[in-house]
C-alpha cells in the first residue's frame, strides 16, 4: 500500500511539473493593438487570407458585401442551438454599444444562477470577441466555450475561432475548462418535426489542436 501510494504521489509530482513547465514556455509576448483594436472575424480574416482582412479594416463596404450572406445564415443558426441551453442569457447589445456588452456579460458571469450565456462579450490585448454560448460548469467559476457553426465538420479555421476566443476569454480573467464546436449533424433527416437534440452535434477540441498564448500574441502584433 505504502508502495502504491509513493508511485501516485511520484506520479502527480511529474504531472504538476509538466503542467508547470508548459505554462512557463507558453507565455504571450505583450501586444501592441492596431487599427483601434480587432474583432475575433478580423483575427480570422487575417490568418485565412490578409487581402480579406484588408478590406475588412479598410473598405468595410467591399467586404460587407462577400460576407454578409453566410453571416445571415450563420446568425439563424445559432439562435437555433440557444434553445437548447435552457436558462441561458442573451447579451442583446449591438455593435455600437460593446462597452455595455462587456459590462452586461460581467455581470452574468458572476451571476451563478445563469447556466448559459448567449453572445457573451469580452475585450483583452485590444481584441474583442463574443462568444456564441459560454457554458457554466458545477464548479461554478469555470465555463466552456462552444463555438456554433452552421457547417457539417469542424474545419480549420473553426480552431482559430476557438483559440482566439480562448485567448481572450483566459486574459479577462474567466477559466475555462474546455472548448467545442456546435455543427450539424450530416446524418439528420429532417422528417417534418425539427428535432434540434439530433439536428446539431458538439465536438470537444482539445487544447493541443488550438493556438498557444504565445503564438496568438505574436500574431496579433503582426496583424
Known amino acids: 500500500m505504502a508502495s502504491a501510494e509513493r508511485q501516485l504521489t511520484r506520479k502527480a509530482r511529474i504531472a504538476a511539473a509538466s503542467a508547470a513547465l508548459v505554462a512557463l514556455l507558453d507565455k504571450p509576448v505583450p501586444v501592441i493593438p492596431t487599427c483601434g483594436g480587432i474583432s475575433k472575424s478580423k483575427f480570422v480574416a487575417g490568418l485565412q487570407c490578409a487581402k480579406r482582412l484588408f478590406l475588412q479594416v479598410h473598405q468595410p463596404h467591399l467586404a460587407k458585401l462577400t460576407d454578409q450572406a453566410n453571416k445571415d445564415q450563420g446568425t439563424a443558426v445559432g439562435v437555433l442551438a440557444r434553445s437548447l441551453f435552457r436558462g441561458g442569457a442573451l447579451v442583446d447589445v449591438d455593435r455600437n454599444h460593446l462597452a455595455d456588452a462587456v459590462r452586461i456579460t460581467r455581470e452574468l458571469v458572476n451571476n451563478y444562477e445563469v447556466p448559459a450565456i448567449f453572445e457573451a462579450t469580452f475585450s483583452h490585448d485590444g481584441v474583442l470577441v463574443r462568444v456564441d454560448v459560454l457554458r457554466r460548469q458545477q464548479k461554478k467559476n469555470e465555463f466552456r466555450i462552444i463555438e456554433v457553426k452552421d457547417s457539417t465538420v469542424v474545419k480549420p479555421y473553426h480552431l482559430y475561432d476557438l483559440s482566439i ?46 493556438l498557444t498564448r504565445s503564438a496568438i500574441s505574436g500574431m496579433l502584433n503582426d496583424q
Request: charged share 25%; aromatic share 8%.
Open 165 to 210: 476566443q480562448r485567448y481572450v476569454l483566459r486574459g479577462a480573467g474567466l477559466q475555462v475548462k474546455s472548448n467545442h464546436v456546435m455543427h450539424v449533424n450530416p446524418d439528420y433527416v429532417f422528417d417534418g418535426d425539427l428535432e434540434l437534440s439530433k439536428l446539431f452535434l458538439i465536438e470537444e477540441i482539445q487544447s493541443d489542436r488550438l
